[in-house]
């Protein structure tokens, strides 16, 4: 149900369920946080895309597999929040490679990487309520951070779909891809990632979540610690070295 590949220093997992529009089961649930924790640990890697075979990126919970005996807080428990506090949690950057529609925890799986790169044909839909449901696997968390509370409410509520050129708008989507620019746009934002200083990512992951309910003393205190941890890494040295010698710098993630 996953497709996983590290190629150009970068870790690729596809969510391959075509035919069910990648929704999720439990086999999806499982493969997906092993791939992350395999992209995590392989030194190989310096950034993760996701994305979807076929043509939606996921449809959120397979509806099929689940019904009125199953216990939806133990599901999300055991199998949507580890994927979403893994994804918060891996020092790497993660890029979502939105190539058509985004429902349900599908949507919750794009809001919760760190960019959204969307196909002009995708779109993003809370379709939650229309199943008498409400969001879930973070969503809650991150569309009123990302879009602010009234649109987060209207989106949650109304459940319209998002199409891309609002997404872009409204700053959830990083950039929209034309259809015959998605692989190379994809493969070179990706490769942009993959060369950046990666601890220095890691850190800007971690203090931008601890920035939320912390006050100005905490959060200054965050980054006087974490600059002094980036301050040592030899991606830093490299900066500075690059910068004074006038030239581009080679970043290896370390
Ligand atoms: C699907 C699904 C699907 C199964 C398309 N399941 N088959 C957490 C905890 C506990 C419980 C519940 O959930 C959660 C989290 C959640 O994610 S809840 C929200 C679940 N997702 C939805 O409600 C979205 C349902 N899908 C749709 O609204 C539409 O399929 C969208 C808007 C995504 C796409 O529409 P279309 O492009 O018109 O495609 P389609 O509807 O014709 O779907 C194609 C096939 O995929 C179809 O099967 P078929 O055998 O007829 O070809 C659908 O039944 C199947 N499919 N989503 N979530």
Redesign the pocket.
Known sequence: TILYEVKDSAAWITLNRP???N??NEAMHSELLKALEDAENDDGARAIVITGAG??FS??????E?DQS?D?GE??RSR?NPIIQKMSGIGKPIIAAVNG?A????F?LALAADFRLVSEKANF?N??I??G?VP??GNTYYLPRMVGHAKALELMVLGEKLGAEEAGRLGLATKVIAEEDWNKQISSFVGRLASMPTKAIALIKEGLVQSWGASLAEVLEGEAHAQNLAGHSSDHQEGVTAFLEKRKPEFKGV
């Open positions: 035919e069910k529009l929704s999720f043509r939606a449809a959120g919970q397979d509806l099929a689940v199953t939806y599901l999300l949507y529609t429902a349900g925890a599908g919750s839909l379709a939650f229309h199943i449901l879930d696997s």
